[in-house]
């Protein structure tokens, strides 16, 4: 993904570009919507812990965004699914393995509607009256949500009639900015972002928030979502698991994402996903970050990458993980055959003494 230029004036809250920019370490990769909340979620699971310093170490300090890790988000979505256009028909398919065009294809504009609310309800064909026959706060909702910078989201297939990998046209508007990508796989990362605001809404309207909500300077570009304390965030995305909000909302959110039933799976990716990212070797990989992995370079010395620093492991080296002891003690006696004279843990001939510790 490379960097977009140029200077917006971000509607939700007269914030700028350049001040969403600031705090990342690169220029701004993304749409500055899904760019803020994603490292919304980011600042909530893996903070900055200042409090460890004196305690551990200042290698302990860094949190998610000191590594960039919401690119790692956003790269990983953007490749969660490849179609392919033989898979794709104008119609729906009985037999369920093509994907109607219509799923994959829509048009989010908030600039020609009353509200956001009034915007998604164009979008899936729902009215007021309709939000009441589904047991949801009309009134609520609209008082709490808002997509932030997002004024435009619209996605379109590209060369459906050429055979092979599908390419869409993804495409994020601000008041003043557009933000455009083609992509060979179906562009979830900012589809989700708005996913997450639209379930704030209902977690808000449902007044299951434990802290006040606020516009942040932190991440100004951000929807309703990124104005939830981060815990409260946290609690906002498990309710897509285990609180049936996405049965609840699926009328309002079918438009958004091709299959909504893969929402509660991403949520449980991105506790693991967040793990991947911190603790490897994503933050010493530079600007080639969220180049595709064949073309990914260290580009730090081994010491200076942070995973590596909080875990003291030094990178590769001989035989640097081979003292592990097995579990049970006498594990790899058999008593039934006399001659095997195996030792108790897995080291080798071959282990440099001194590297690796006991476990």
């Not at 939700?12 to 500055?32: C, G």
């Not at 998610?64 to 790692?72: S, Y």
């Not at 200076?304 to 993980?321: I, L, N």
């Amino acid at each position: 993904m490379k960097g977009i230029g140029g200077l917006a004036v971000l509607s939700m809250s007269n914030a700028t570009v350049a001040e969403a920019r600031a705090a990342t370490n690169n220029p701004l990769f993304s749409d500055p919507h899904t760019a803020d909340t994603y490292r919304a979620i980011v600042d909530a699971i893996i903070p900055r812990t200042p409090a460890l310093g004196d305690e551990l170490g200042s290698e302990h300090v860094p949190g998610g965004l000191d590594v960039e890790l919401e690119k790692f988000l956003i790269w990983d979505f953007n490749h969660f699914q490849e179609i392919r256009t033989e898979l794709v028909t104008e119609k729906t398919d009985p037999s369920g393995l093509a994907m109607p065009v219509d799923l994959l294809e829509t048009t989010l504009d908030v600039t020609g509607s009353g509200s956001p609310l009034d915007a998604l309800l164009d979008l899936a064909d729902l009215s007021l009256l309709d939000l009441l026959g589904l047991d949801l706060d009309a009134d609520a909702l609209e008082d709490h949500l808002t997509f932030g910078a997002a004024q435009r989201f619209d996605v379109a297939l590209l060369d459906a009639e050429v055979e092979g990998v599908a390419e869409f046209e993804v495409t994020v508007a601000t008041e003043t900015e557009e933000y455009r990508r083609v992509l060979q796989n179906y562009p979830y990362a900012p589809a989700f972002t708005l996913v997450f605001d639209v379930v704030a809404a209902e977690f808000l309207a449902q007044g299951k928030n434990q802290d006040p909500v606020a516009l942040s300077e932190k991440f100004p570009a951000g929807g309703t979502f990124t104005t939830l304390a981060p815990e409260d965030r946290l609690r906002c995305l498990w309710t897509i698991v285990d609180d049936g909000v996405v049965d609840r909302l699926d009328d309002l959110l079918s438009p958004l994402v091709p299959d909504v039933g893969i929402l509660k799976y991403v949520v449980m990716a991105v506790n693991g996903l967040h793990g991947f990212g911190y603790y490897t070797e994503w933050s010493g990989l530079g600007e080639t970050k969220t180049n595709t992995p064949t073309e990914r370079e260290m580009q730090k010395p081994p010491g200076e990458v942070q995973s590596r620093a909080q875990s003291g492991y030094p990178g590769p080296a001989p035989g640097h993980a081979a003292n592990w002891r097995h579990a049970v003690e006498g594990g790899f006696d058999d008593p039934d055959v006399e001659d095997l004279e195996l030792p108790d843990d897995l080291t080798g001939d071959d282990v440099i003494e001194g590297i690796g510790g006991e476990r």
